[in-house]
DNA sequence: CTTCATGCAAAAAATTTGCATTTTG
DNA sequence: CAAAATGCAAATTTTTTGCATGAAG
């Protein structure tokens, strides 16, 4: 709990505790929809409005704090920031999970985009398919 | 023309007017958000609803003539389908420019993807960072 | 005690739906 | 012709905004 309040300080932002259980219910699942966080964070907040999450979020991406994750077909999800990595996508039950980046992967944008001229600043990968769960799931269910 | 009556026709779809001027539109332009679409096809074609626009997208999405490209902190983009490819995505113009995989980039995903048990079905990349263009902009501009 | 954040309600924007009419194959 | 698609208007859903009140530093 301490370390959002000095993360979101660091930010310049106050650290209330809206904020405060927005960043935990997010560290806590990963990635997470808007509507998600809502439904979570009323439980423990249960006077917390719509508008406030909506204004958290942008402020807290605008900060850098959060990270908008966008997703094929599905609402984006929002994580805490963290080394660029990748994201495999169920698209059978719409969880996301991460994978490290490897250094080769980075070397070969890098040239890439050297090559055209592009000034890489950011990277997101999303992988999409069907996660080890829901394949057992699968072969159970049939 | 007649290819989009084709690749409809396979795809199970019939061919309108409105839905051959939605595909040529994003062919030409690469990359187009809903609205963006709509503003291209109404001057075509006035009489054009929006909620066709809507049906279209969402239907041949469904029937993979379409390919929806989430991005971070906008409205996502609309392709015609084509091979994975990498998106360089622009933070101050917002255009997208395509850039192709390496095979050696595939084969670390495979390989990754593999030890987790996630089974991979397809791949979306975003590059965000400022285009060649952009970059020339801005040194001119100082 | 000043600045910033919240919550509420209203407004605006984006998306979806139902249905009568038209078009396609 | 039958099936599918369109256009319209209404209904939902999602997101944003303004402002009075309350909390944080």
Redesign the interface.
């Given at each position: 709990m301490t370390s959002y309040i000095t993360l979101l300080k660091k930010s310049g932002l106050k650290a209330t505790f809206q904020r405060l259980h927005i960043l935990e219910v997010v560290d806590k699942y990963g990635h997470m929809t808007i509507d998600e966080i809502y439904d979570k964070v009323i439980k423990v907040h249960p006077s917390l409005s719509v508008a406030t999450i909506y204004k958290n979020i942008i402020i807290m991406?605008e900060k850098g704090v959060l990270?908008?994750?966008?997703?094929?077909?599905r609402k984006?999800k929002y994580e805490l920031s963290k080394l660029d990595h990748?994201h495999?996508v169920c698209?059978q039950c719409g969880e996301v999970?991460d994978?490290a980046c490897?250094k080769?992967?980075n070397q070969?944008?890098e040239t890439?985009?050297k090559e055209?001229?592009?000034?890489?600043?950011?990277?997101?990968?999303?992988?999409?398919?069907?996660?080890?769960h829901c394949?057992s799931k699968n072969v159970v269910q049939k």
């Open positions: 991406v990270v908008e994750v966008p997703i094929m077909g984006p990748i495999m698209t999970e994978l490897t080769e992967m070969i944008l890439l985009t055209v001229h592009f000034m890489l600043v950011k990277q997101q990968f999303n992988l999409y398919g069907i996660c080890s394949q």
